[in-house]
């Protein structure tokens, strides 16, 4: 592990891997409820990934919800847009996929869709 705090390592760890997918902006992480400890099996968080340019100023169109929980012995992220509600949905477990958020359905993939994956894909392995 590389931090002593396990809640601090995953927000530092969702922060960066936000920065890395989405430059040039920069990310802080708010947690809304939940925890995540490092080898835990009852792990359920939710946290608001929050954008800004690099002068400070926000930037809430590209903000995000992420959820992070475990199914089972998987690691399943969930991410949409935190305000924009009608946006797909990315479900990313052992399979990714899409889901329309009114109804839970599958959908077609938004056409942000490769900088979503590539966050979750990129948190998943620093995690998991």
């Known amino acids: 592990m590389l931090f002593e705090n396990s809640q601090e390592n995953i927000a530092c760890l969702i922060a ?3 920065d890395l997918t989405n430059k040039p902006f920069l ?3 708010v947690k809304i409820k939940g925890k995540y400890e490092m080898g835990e099996e009852d792990n359920d968080l939710t946290v608001n990934i929050l954008c800004r340019d690099k002068e400070g100023k926000r930037l809430e169109i590209y ?4 959820e992070l929980f475990q199914s089972k012995s ?3 992220l969930v991410i949409s847009k935190l305000n924009f509600p ?3 949905i990315l479900w990313c ?3 990714t996929l899409w889901m ?3 109804n839970g359905k599958k959908c077609v993939p938004p056409k942000y ?3 979503l994956e590539n966050l979750a894909n990129r948190i998943k392995s620093f995690i998991d």
């Open 27 to 29: 990310h802080s992480v």
């Open 63 to 66: 903000d995000l919800e992420l």
């Open 16 to 18: 960066k891997s936000a």
């Open 100 to 102: 329309d958020s009114n």
């Open 113 to 115: 869709f490769s900088r």
């Open 86 to 88: 009608n946006e797909p």
């Open 93 to 95: 477990g052992s399979k």
């Open 74 to 76: 998987e690691l399943v």
